[in-house]
């Protein structure tokens, strides 16, 4: 599946220019600058397909990539970005909620925790969302490759404490790289049981 092109089909910033969805979606969600857009092109093996930059705030509307026409990926605006204005915030968060909560086509929910950074309060308002919408999410850790692998035992067992409550959690928390390539193998052969055959 991941061997075939990924490609761009669909930008909104409102959910009123959203169809119904054919196909199975899975989207990925996390703080600003978190590597949701990094972690999607390492996925689809594209260096330049979601735009991704050292600041955050980068990605600003619901971007639809389809794989070979039996899956797709969503790359979300991210959470928890300060410096927008706090209309603008609003409303990307009241398009991502929505968007979350109501969309029988979305499979899953990669919600994406930086290894370097504290669990933050928004991740947490975004855990008890998932869980309250039923929606199943799966916890990948990102930029592993910048942490020490005893630095990043201890983060996994922190996060695993958070994770093991949380009814619409998978139990399995990923650790992934889109630099070095780590857990991305692992990831793919995930989604791919999602797609169509
Ligand atoms: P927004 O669109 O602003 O919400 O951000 P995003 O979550 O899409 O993050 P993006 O993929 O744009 O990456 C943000 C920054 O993190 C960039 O400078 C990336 O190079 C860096 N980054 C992403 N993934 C990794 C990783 O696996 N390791 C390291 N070291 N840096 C990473
Ligand atoms: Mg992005």
């Given at each position: 599946l991941f061997a075939s092109e990924c490609k761009f089909f669909l930008g909104i910033q409102d959910l009123k220019q959203l169809g119904e969805?054919?196909?199975?979606?899975?989207?990925?969600?996390?703080?600003?600058?978190?590597?949701?857009?990094?972690?999607?092109?390492?996925?689809?093996?594209?260096?330049?397909?979601?735009?991704?930059?050292?600041?955050?705030?980068?990605?600003?509307?619901?971007?639809?990539?389809?794989?070979?026409?039996?899956?797709?990926?969503?790359?979300?605006?991210?959470?928890?970005?300060?410096?927008?204005?706090?209309?603008?915030?609003?409303?990307?968060?009241?398009?991502?909620?929505?968007?979350?909560?109501?969309?029988?086509?979305?499979?899953?929910?990669?919600?994406?925790?930086?290894?370097?950074?504290?669990?933050?309060?928004?991740?947490?308002?975004m855990i008890d969302l998932l869980n309250r919408a039923a929606v199943s999410f799966q916890v990948i850790l990102t930029k592993c490759d910048s942490l020490s692998q005893p630095a990043l035992v201890a983060k996994t067992g922190e996060v695993n404490k958070i994770v093991a409550k949380q009814p619409a959690a998978y139990p399995h928390i990923m650790l992934t790289s889109s630099k070095s390539g780590q857990g991305i193998d692992e990831l793919r052969a995930q989604l791919a049981q999602l797609a169509i055959p």
């Open positions: 969805g054919q196909l199975p979606e899975i989207a990925f969600s996390g703080r600003s600058n978190v590597g949701k857009s990094s972690l999607l092109n390492a996925l689809a093996g594209q260096n330049f397909l979601a735009r991704t930059s050292s600041r955050p705030g980068r990605t600003q509307q619901l971007n639809f990539f389809s794989l070979a026409n039996r899956l797709v990926l969503v790359d979300m605006p991210g959470y928890g970005y300060a410096e927008a204005s706090k209309k603008v915030k609003e409303s990307w968060q009241n398009t991502m909620f929505t968007f979350l909560r109501a969309r029988p086509v979305l499979k899953r929910v990669l919600l994406l925790l930086d290894a370097r950074i504290e669990v933050k309060q928004n991740d947490l308002q």
